[in-house]
């Protein structure tokens, strides 16, 4: 039986999961929800979407669908993932999955009462670089420490973005958390242990974030160093470009390589799979289509999404730590 998908929100990053579910064999993109009909019909006929709503209840009242995908300003991501969880309709919902780790919570908790599965679309999980790198990271050792950017150069977001009622956060939510997730991802998800943060808002006159540098010590010993903007002169590398320092190696993310040092052989090998760099794209659809093949997966094999609420979560609570750390000058531990 065919799986009934709907897209919640039809701006920027609704376009990549709607074509990323029209892609999939046995999935039929049923309806989409905005709040303004205008918006909404042009998105309804370019995907030939035949049911349309004006707010996430609506559809949930009428039924007949299995999951939708939440593409949303960040505050309102909480409600309507909730609101669908409790239907038991499953939700991938976009990064940054709440405005803080509260709301996080309680979607985790929505999840678990209905049973419902609840993804975050952490989308660099699904990127091939990102993917070969993590398969090759064990040749670097122990890893150490990480270093790695969510920055915009020259440019920054307008709009909902930059309100905090809205958005919750600026650049730190919007742009580092990418860098934070995949440092996380490519040190096998540990636990954050402490947060030290220096935030704040130099380039723009914004109710939010546009700057940022943020330490993160992780439990196995590893710690991150994250760098977050928009707006800003210079950028260590493209979006979630990562960088990683082990006893036995170096590894980076765009441009993709491993440096190894051969001391017996007084030389250092370079493993470099390939890729272009830069990409034509950086964000490429197959990234997102990686995405959503695996939700679906998910869904019909009934297993817990990762990244899922609890990676989600763990972000929102580095985020939220980094943020206090900012404002009260101290090291916050995240419990
Ligand atoms: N993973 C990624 O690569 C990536 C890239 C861009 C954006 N995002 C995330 O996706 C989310 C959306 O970002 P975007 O760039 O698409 O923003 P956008 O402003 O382009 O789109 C937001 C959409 O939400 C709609 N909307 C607003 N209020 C609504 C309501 N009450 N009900 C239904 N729809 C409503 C707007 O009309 C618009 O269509 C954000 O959380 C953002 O952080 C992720």
Redesign the pocket.
């Known amino acids: 039986m065919s799986l009934k998908i709907g897209v919640?929100?039809?701006?920027?990053?609704?376009h990549y999961h709607a074509r990323a579910a029209q892609a999939l064999p046995g999935v039929e993109l049923t309806a989409v929800?905005?709040?303004?009909h205008e918006?909404m019909a042009p998105f309804a006929a370019t995907y030939n979407i035949p049911r349309q709503y004006l707010?996430v209840e609506a559809l949930l009242a009428e039924g007949g669908i299995d999951a939708v995908s939440i593409?949303?300003?960040?505050s309102?991501?909480a409600p309507q993932a909730i609101a669908a969880l409790d239907a038991g309709v499953h939700v991938l919902v976009?990064?940054?999955m709440a405005v803080n780790a509260a709301q996080a919570k309680e979607m985790q908790a929505a999840s678990r009462r209905s049973g419902a599965h609840l993804m975050v679309?952490h989308?660099w999980r699904f990127d091939e670089e990102v993917l070969w790198l993590k398969g090759e990271a064990s040749r670097l050792g122990r890893i150490i420490r990480t270093t790695g950017d969510g920055v915009h150069v020259n440019w920054g977001p307008g709009?909902?973005f930059t309100q905090k009622a809205l958005a919750g956060g600026g650049a730190l939510a919007?742009m580092g958390i990418h860098a934070i997730d995949t440092a996380r991802f490519l040190l096998d998800d540990p636990y954050p242990v402490s947060v030290w943060a220096k935030i704040g808002t130099y380039y723009t006159d914004h109710d939010v974030d546009d700057t940022g540098s943020i330490i993160i010590n992780w439990d196995n010993g590893a710690f991150s160093q994250i760098e977050s903007g928009w707006w800003q002169p210079h950028a260590g590398g493209p979006e979630a470009n990562t960088q990683l320092y082990g006893t036995r190696g170096f590894g980076s993310l765009f441009p993709t390589r491993l440096s190894l040092p051969n001391p017996e052989k007084e030389r250092v090998d370079e493993v470099v799979p390939g890729y272009p760099h830069p990409r034509d794209e950086h964000?490429p659809q197959l990234m997102y289509d990686t995405q959503m093949a695996y939700f679906i997966d998910c869904i019909r094999n009934n297993r817990t999404p990762n990244p899922g609420g609890a990676e989600g979560l763990i972000n929102m609570l580095i985020v939220d730590a980094a943020y206090q750390s900012s404002l009260s000058g101290e090291l916050v531990a995240i419990a």
């Open positions: 919640v929100g039809t701006g920027y990053i609704s929800v905005n709040h303004r918006s707010t593409n949303t300003p960040n309102l991501h976009e990064k940054p679309a989308c709009g909902w919007d964000c």
